[in-house]
């Protein structure tokens, strides 16, 4: 059973870092795309960032060049480093899972999401 365990979110202050885990369990992580999702209230479902089944990387415009997207395989865990964090990256993060070869931008792709973690950026 594919199952996905987001940890690492918190209440951080403005120019602050986060590390967001995803933990993944009952698939190999190298057979799959993993992206990071985020979704404000009363927005829309947002792209962050994904490491795609051959390794390429891709980030959304409003994170590029603050958060960076690793993967362990040994711990089958995909990190999400946040840093330079500003009150608007304040979200529920999710992580997903996605056997394309052609690594979605679109969260509508992605068959499997954990149950997500606040990031609340905040002084």
């Known amino acids: 059973q594919v199952q996905l365990v987001e940890s690492g979110g918190g209440l951080v202050q403005p120019g602050g870092s986060l590390r967001l885990s995803c933990t993944a369990s009952?698939?190999?992580?190298?057979?799959?795309?993993i992206g990071w999702f985020r979704q404000a209230p009363g927005k829309e479902r947002e792209g962050v960032a994904r490491?795609?089944?051959?390794?390429?990387?891709y980030y959304g415009d409003s994170v590029k060049g603050r958060f960076t997207i690793s993967r362990d395989n040994a711990k089958s865990t995909v990190y999400l480093q946040m840093n330079s964090l500003k009150p608007e990256d304040t979200a529920v993060y999710y992580c997903?899972?996605?056997?394309?070869?052609?690594?979605?931008?679109?969260?509508?792709?992605?068959?499997?999401w954990g149950q997500g973690t606040q990031v609340t950026v905040s002084s």
């Open positions: 490491f795609c089944r051959l390794g390429t990387t």
């Open positions: 009952g698939f190999n992580l190298r057979d799959y795309t």
């Open positions: 997903a899972a996605d056997r394309a070869f052609n690594c979605p931008a679109q969260g509508i792709y992605y068959d499997h």
